[in-house]
């Protein structure tokens, strides 16, 4: 049997974070966003994890599609509004299932956010 999936099936879930608990720090007060997308492939899964704060100049997130492939199949991404170019690294999971990939990049962003923008700046 061959199935397709529906077009009306879910691909996308958005959260609201409390980030007093999320980064277990009280000066990290107020919510956060992250987006959870991901779209089945025959060859290889897309998948888009985004972090944002409200009122901040920046984001950043994971992101696994056909771009910036000379990075590998997926990558880290920090965007700000006052940069030209996004700071862009390669990521790799060990696990290409989906909650996975969802645990290791909920694990490393307590680990990056609280000194982004500022440690993937970009060189002036």
């Keep these: 049997m061959d199935v397709e999936p529906s077009p009306m099936r879910p691909v996308r879930l ?9 980064f277990d720090r009280d000066p990290d007060t107020g919510e956060a966003t992250l987006e959870f997308e991901w779209r089945p492939r025959a060859e290889r899964d897309e998948f888009r994890i985004q972090y944002n704060e409200p009122g901040t100049a920046w984001s950043c997130g994971w992101h696994q599609d056909e771009t910036h492939e000379d990075l590998g199949s997926s990558h880290f991404q920090v965007d700000h509004e006052t940069w030209t170019t996004p700071h862009r690294e390669p990521a790799s999971f060990t696990d290409s299932n989906p909650m996975a990939i969802l645990e ?11 000194d982004l923008p500022a440690s993937a700046r970009p060189d002036p």
């Design 104 to 114: 290791t990049c909920l694990s490393e962003l307590r680990d990056r956010v609280p």
């Design 14 to 22: 958005t959260a609201t974070l409390d980030r007093v608990v999320f």
